[in-house]
Nanobody
Framework: QVQLVESGGGLVQAGGSLRLSCAAS????????MGWFRQAPEKEREGVVS????????YYADSVKGRFTISRDNAKNTVYLQMNSLKFEDTAVYYC???????????????WGQGTQVTVSS
């Protein structure tokens, strides 16, 4: 079993930045691709970004490309999401996820974190 714990959410003005962290435990971290999903009120959950186990391949949804950056530190069992130029529409609960897949997480990854709220004020 893999446990995921997110941190770093909060309230930020439009145009600002936040960095989310997700600490993993209970598994061999490098064997899992990691990613972030988000869910806004009354909207479906969407996959935002993901990264392969070695960190050499990444995926970004068009809505965040050029603004968000995913990275991982396998020595610290942690994945990060740097979010820049935040927009009001980025407001959502962000969930860290893990799955033993190639790099892009499926819609239903094996493991989820509890979520962290990101609120962008316009």
């Amino acid at each position: 079993q893999v446990q995921l714990v997110e941190s770093g959410g909060g309230l930020v003005q439009a145009g600002g930045s936040l960095r989310l962290s997700c600490a993993a435990s209970g598994g061999t971290f490098r064997r899992y691709s990691m990613g972030w999903f988000r869910q806004a009120p009354e909207k479906e959950r969407e996959g935002v970004v993901s990264i392969s186990g070695s960190g050499d391949i990444t995926y970004y949804a068009d809505s965040v490309k050029g603004r968000f950056t995913i990275s991982r530190d396998n020595a610290k069992n942690t994945v990060y999401l740097q979010m820049n130029s935040l927009k009001f529409e980025d407001t959502a609960v962000y969930y860290c996820a893990a799955d033993p897949t190639y790099y892009r997480l499926p819609s239903g990854p094996d493991y989820w974190g509890q979520g962290t709220q990101v609120t962008v004020s316009s």
